[in-house]
């Protein structure tokens, strides 16, 4: 079974740190770029970052840029996000999610169900 | 960066067809992607590329694309649709990447 779950979320005051992780199996995960997505309360779903699948690319929202660092480690199937310089408006809940970009399109296919990042003092 | 539209709340009659579209420049260099959202739930992958169904999703929902514009039609809408719908795609502007989401779309099922 495909599966992602997340883990690492919790209360952190601004300015703090935070690394989130996402254990990935059933599928040949160093094949597959992989994303982090975010929702906070009530709102809608914002994109956070992503990395190719040997890790050698990575991208960011400009909300994020300089602050956090996603990262893989293949040989453990685990993706991962550090979040530094928290603020309050990071609260929210972090989804990975599995990349699957193909001539045809591509899309968010499989998702974690998510760790809930609270930032307040 | 570029954004993606969507009205926010849709509702349909039991059985009935209904169009949730999505705007965006950024559809006119690529597909659209779009996923259901129930409450509590994590999204869920309805409709990729140009109307591809991942396995296990219903056939009616369909999806199509014209210019700026991307559309997800659901053909007799069954109370289980009842959940926000969330387009998403690339972002065609700037030279580095970067993914947008619209706002996404509450459907009610009357």
């Known amino acids: 079974e495909v599966q992602l779950l997340e883990s690492g979320g919790g209360l952190v005051q601004p300015g703090g740190s935070l690394r989130l992780s996402c254990a990935a199996s059933?599928?040949?995960?160093?094949?597959?770029?992989m994303s982090w997505v975010r929702q906070a309360p009530g709102k809608g779903l914002e994109w956070v970052s992503a990395i190719s699948g040997s890790g050698g690319s990575t991208y960011y929202a400009d909300s994020v840029k300089g602050r956090f660092t996603i990262s893989r480690d293949n040989s453990k199937n685990t993706l991962y996000l550090q979040m530094n310089s928290l603020r309050a408006e990071d609260t929210a809940v972090y989804y990975c999610?599995?990349?699957?970009?193909?001539?045809?399109?591509?899309?968010?296919?499989?998702w974690g169900q998510g760790t809930m990042v609270t930032v307040s003092s | 960066s570029s954004e993606l539209t969507q009205d926010p709340a849709v509702s349909v009659a039991l059985g009935q067809t209904v169009r949730i579209t999505c705007q965006g420049d950024?559809?006119?260099?690529?597909?659209a992607s779009w996923y259901q959202q129930k409450p509590g739930q994590a999204p869920v992958l309805v409709i990729y590329g140009k109307n591809n169904r991942p396995s296990g999703i219903p056939d009616r929902f369909s999806g199509s694309s014209s210019g700026n514009t991307a559309s997800l039609t659901i053909t007799g809408a069954q109370a289980e649709d009842e959940a926000d719908y969330y387009c998403n795609s690339r972002d065609s502007s700037g030279n580095h990447l970067n993914v947008v989401f619209g706002g996404g779309t509450k459907l009610t099922v009357l």
């Open positions: 059933g599928f040949t995960f160093s094949s597959y770029a």
């Open positions: 950024s559809l006119r260099s690529y597909y």
């Open positions: 999610a599995k990349w699957d970009i193909t001539t045809s399109g591509d899309a968010f296919d499989i």
